[in-house]
């Protein structure tokens, strides 16, 4: 099937028609869609296809218990209203690579694994990568198992409700033991490559990343009769915590967003009981991240003294700093010719795996820069040639 075909038959998966968003949450009815159209498309061209204990779904031309697989792919969820390039790009790519060196005749020497990793975007379970956490042991799979969605519904009874067992979740020496090399095509989630008049571009680092949680808690009460100076209001703690998050990032160079937040009772003519909101921060060094959020918690904890409000922050995951395998990234930039070397800002698999084996990225353009967001895009162009390079890539390592 031609990259376009594909791309189309997955288009209309988990669309959420009011904003041009998708919505496809792990192991929700449009995120299953998703995997089963991952193993048709497997199956489609003979590839064995298996989800392994943690979710991953992986299709392998060849047999893998060979080792030293050459594997590429990302991710098939969604953000909240997230574009459509974010995580199918790579997976697509990783489908379309293959037919490639098929039609040239290629055979190749190592086998070549195809992966979709689950829950990259921890928009359902809140922790991002939590597929490729897993299978690394970079998560107890306890505190995995006991992560609930907004629901309430954990993630062991969302993985027991797609057939999956959940007591098997955790690190995946097997699997890790068939994997050589993974290398994850996305798309650019910035305006570097249009720019550089680039279509592709080689990964070099990831920028440190975490998400934390601000508990603000006060004391409901009647908006109409209760005296500005008898408030304990954690609304105002909160709002002024997002002025210090952008003030304290921006002077330091780091980026930090309040992008999620949840408002008890949520009634207009009631001053709230509790805010929770969710910081995320990022930095090109963990040093200056580390200091953006300690300075942060200061300041929030000054402000909450002031409002007679209390605050509790919790870290709920981090990332630190990846630099991408150098000599495999190198490696790509001399195949590829003269393309640029980015680091981003933005988490992926490929660097919670870089833990365990080399990994590298390829960039595919994107000229509005958006990510995150229905307006995300990339050239039909573009995504092929991005292909053309997977392709390029997978058979010189599988060689
Ligand atoms: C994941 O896409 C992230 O960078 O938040
Ligand atoms: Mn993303
Ligand atoms: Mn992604
Ligand atoms: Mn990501």
Same mark, same amino acid.
């Given at each position: 099937?031609?990259?376009?075909?594909?791309?189309?038959?997955?288009?209309?998966?988990?669309?959420?028609?009011?904003?041009?968003?998708?919505?496809?949450?792990?192991?929700?009815?449009?995120?299953?869609?998703?995997?089963?159209?991952?193993?048709?498309?497997?199956?489609?061209?003979?590839?064995?296809?298996?989800?392994?204990?943690?979710?991953?779904?992986?299709?392998?031309?060849?047999?893998?218990? =060979?080792?030293?697989?050459?594997?590429?792919?990302?991710?098939?969820?969604?953000?909240?209203?997230?574009?459509?390039?974010?995580?199918?790009?790579?997976?697509?790519?990783?489908?379309?690579?293959?037919?490639?060196?098929?039609?040239?005749?290629?055979?190749?020497?190592?086998?070549?694994?195809?992966?979709? *990793?689950? =829950?990259? =975007?921890?928009?359902? *379970?809140?922790?991002?990568?939590?597929?490729?956490?897993?299978?690394?042991?970079?998560?107890?799979?306890?505190?995995?198992?006991?992560?609930?969605? =907004?629901?309430?519904?954990?993630?062991?009874?969302?993985?027991?409700?797609?057939?999956?067992?959940?007591?098997?979740?955790?690190?995946?020496?097997?699997?890790?033991?068939?994997?050589?090399?993974?290398?994850?095509?996305?798309?650019?989630?910035?305006?570097?490559?249009?720019?550089?008049?680039?279509?592709?571009?080689?990964?070099?680092?990831?920028?440190?990343?975490? &998400?934390?949680?601000?508990?603000?808690?006060?004391?409901?009460?009647?908006?109409?009769?209760?005296?500005?100076?008898?408030?304990?209001?954690?609304?105002?703690?909160?709002?002024?915590?997002?002025?210090?998050?952008?003030?304290?990032?921006?002077?330091?160079?780091?980026?930090?967003?309040?992008?999620?937040?949840?408002?008890?009772?949520?009634?207009?003519?009631?001053?709230?009981?509790?805010?929770?909101?969710?910081?995320?921060?990022?930095?090109?060094?963990?040093?200056?991240?580390?200091?953006?959020?300690?300075?942060?918690?200061?300041?929030?904890?000054?402000?909450?003294?002031?409002?007679?409000?209390?605050?509790?922050?919790?870290?709920?995951?981090?990332?630190?700093?990846?630099?991408?395998?150098?000599?495999?990234?190198?490696?790509?930039?001399?195949?590829?010719?003269?393309?640029?070397?980015?680091?981003?800002?933005?988490?992926?698999?490929?660097?919670?795996?870089?833990?365990?084996?080399?990994?590298?990225?390829?960039?595919? &353009?994107?000229?509005?820069?958006?990510?995150?967001?229905?307006?995300?895009?990339?050239?039909?162009?573009?995504?092929?040639?991005?292909?053309?390079?997977?392709?390029?890539?997978?058979?010189?390592?599988?060689?």
């Amino acid at each position: 099937m031609l990259f376009e075909e594909m791309w189309r038959e997955l288009a209309p998966v988990g669309r959420f028609d009011a904003t041009g968003g998708y919505r496809r949450y792990s192991y929700t009815p449009a995120e299953l869609e998703c995997r089963a159209w991952f193993t048709a498309q497997a199956t489609s061209r003979g590839l064995t296809v298996e989800a392994d204990a943690n979710g991953n779904l992986w299709a392998w031309w060849g047999d893998p218990d =060979e080792g030293n697989a050459v594997v590429t792919g990302s991710h098939l969820d969604s953000v909240p209203d997230g574009g459509a390039f974010d995580g199918p790009l790579g997976v697509v790519s990783a489908f379309a690579a293959v037919d490639l060196l098929r039609a040239s005749g290629f055979t190749p020497a190592k086998p070549i694994g195809v992966a979709a *990793f689950v =829950e990259e =975007e921890g928009a359902r *379970f809140g922790i991002a990568c939590l597929g490729s956490r897993l299978l690394t042991g970079a998560i107890d799979p306890a505190k995995a198992r006991a992560l609930t969605d =907004e629901h309430g519904v954990s993630l062991a009874d969302a993985m027991a409700g797609a057939g999956l067992d959940p007591a098997a979740i955790g690190r995946d020496q097997r699997l890790l033991d068939r994997v050589g090399v993974y290398v994850e095509l996305h798309i650019e989630q910035g305006r570097a490559q249009i720019d550089l008049d680039a279509p592709v571009a080689v990964g070099s680092a990831i920028w440190p990343h975490g &998400r934390w949680r601000f508990d603000f808690e006060g004391e409901a009460n009647h908006a109409g009769t209760t005296r500005i100076e008898d408030r304990v209001d954690p609304m105002l703690t909160y709002a002024n915590t997002v002025l210090a998050a952008r003030k304290k990032a921006r002077v330091a160079g780091a980026l930090a967003t309040v992008g999620k937040v949840h408002c008890e009772p949520n009634g207009t003519n009631a001053i709230p009981s509790r805010v929770r909101a969710w910081i995320d921060a990022r930095a090109s060094t963990e040093d200056t991240l580390g200091a953006v959020l300690a300075d942060l918690e200061k300041a929030t904890h000054e402000r909450a003294d002031r409002d007679g409000t209390r605050v509790t922050v919790t870290r709920e995951s981090y990332s630190a700093e990846v630099a991408f395998d150098a000599a495999l990234r190198d490696n790509l930039g001399a195949l590829l010719g003269d393309v640029p070397v980015l680091a981003t800002g933005a988490g992926h698999d490929a660097g919670v795996l870089a833990s365990s084996l080399p990994t590298a990225m390829l960039f595919v &353009r994107n000229p509005t820069g958006v990510s995150h967001a229905p307006g995300e895009f990339a050239e039909m162009t573009d995504c092929l040639v991005g292909a053309e390079a997977l392709a390029t890539v997978l058979r010189k390592l599988a060689a």
